[in-house]
């Protein structure tokens, strides 16, 4: 018998999601952004600028806190976010899923979110409720130093959080690893419905690459 | 894995200081340390939250 360890979910195939439950035909989640090889253009952005080349979108050098991201063009209850990442040398990086649709400036309010970052030692997952940001989670275990030379990280972030499922997880597949769940919140119901999602970076050169894919129902 | 309510601390006006819990106000009294991963488990109130935690 020939072991391959990690055929099964190495690459960017949904086997992982499928045996987790989180996709499928049972889940009713379909594909709402299919960035395979190149990513779309932004319905918004605000902060430090990023700008799409094909397969990747690079920051630019400033560091600020800021974020970039697509209306979904429908409501949604259930999500699954994700996407690659390489620090260079910012910090945060991470996904989230907004109530509303992008507005222009401030992603404030309303959304979760989930982060990793090198300078303050932490992953972490939480919430806006109006312009105040709520810590539900935080792992101070797993961190990938905002380098150069890093290498590329996946960030996932699958979002239920309707009365009755009421689950939040982030997962993080580091370099060439499997995908992990990092972090699970149980019973917030905050938001329980999204109409856009976004990358949130600080800037300093970072990119997201693809593929950058977007799941919902 | 422990499961401890604790008072909120923070201001939440950044991402850099979030209101979360102060293990400091745990019903059993402080812990006497920072849990390197806590996650909520539901519960939260206008000053609580319900956390599941990792012991040191």
Same mark, same amino acid.
């Given at each position: 018998?020939? !072991? ?6 190495? %690459?960017? &195939?949904?086997?992982y ?10 889940? &009713?989640m379909?594909?709402?952004?299919t960035?395979s ?5 932004? %319905?918004?952005q605000?902060?430090t ?18 974020w $970039? ?6 409501? #949604? ?6 996407? @690659?990442? *390489?620090? +260079?040398? &910012?910090s @945060?990086?991470?996904?989230? $899923? ?7 400036? +401030?992603?404030?309010? %309303?959304? !979760?979110?989930t982060?990793y970052? %090198?300078?303050y030692?932490? $992953?972490?997952?939480?919430?806006y409720?109006?312009? +105040? ?12 130093? +905002? $380098? ?9 972030? @699958?979002l239920?959080?309707?009365l ?11 370099g060439?690893? *499997?995908?992990f769940?990092?972090?699970?919140v149980t ?7 999204? *109409?856009?999602? !976004? ?7 970072? /990119?997201y690459?693809t593929?950058?894919m977007?799941?919902?129902? | ?10 201001t &939440? ?6 209101? /979360?819990?102060?293990?400091e ?7 006497? @340390? ?17 956390? /599941? #935690?990792?012991? *040191?």
């Open positions: 018998m020939t !072991y391959h360890p990690l055929a099964e979910t190495h %690459d960017t &195939g949904t086997s999601w499928e045996s987790l439950g989180l996709l499928g035909a049972s889940t &009713g379909a594909p709402i952004i960035a090889t190149t990513i779309p253009a932004f %319905d918004g605000d902060g600028a990023m700008t799409i080349s094909d397969s990747v979108a690079k920051a630019t050098t400033g560091n600020a806190e800021s $970039a991201g697509w209306n979904l063009g429908a409501t #949604y209850t259930k999500l699954l976010i994700i996407a @690659y990442v *390489q620090p +260079s040398t &910012g @945060y990086m991470g996904i989230g $899923a907004k109530v509303d649709v992008i507005p222009v400036g +401030s992603i404030k309010p %309303d959304a !979760y979110q982060r970052a %090198d300078a030692g932490l $992953a972490d997952l939480g919430k409720v109006g312009t +105040s940001w709520t810590g539900l989670a935080s792992e101070t275990t797993i961190l990938q130093d +905002s $380098a150069t030379d890093a290498p590329v990280w996946g960030l996932a972030f @699958y239920d959080p309707t009755g499922s009421e689950v939040l997880k982030t997962f993080f597949k580091a060439s690893s *499997q995908w769940e990092a972090m699970e019973g917030d119901t905050a938001h329980t419905s999204f *109409q856009s999602v !976004y990358l949130r970076h600080d800037g300093a050169s970072c /990119r690459i593929p950058i977007v799941w919902g129902a | 894995m422990e499961i401890g309510t604790f008072q909120k601390t923070g &939440g006006e950044s991402q850099e200081d979030p209101i /979360r819990p102060d293990f106000t745990g019903p059993g009294g402080p812990l006497g @340390y920072e849990p390197v991963m806590w996650e909520s488990v539901g519960g939260e109130t206008a000053t609580t939250m319900t956390v /599941r #935690y990792q012991t *040191q």
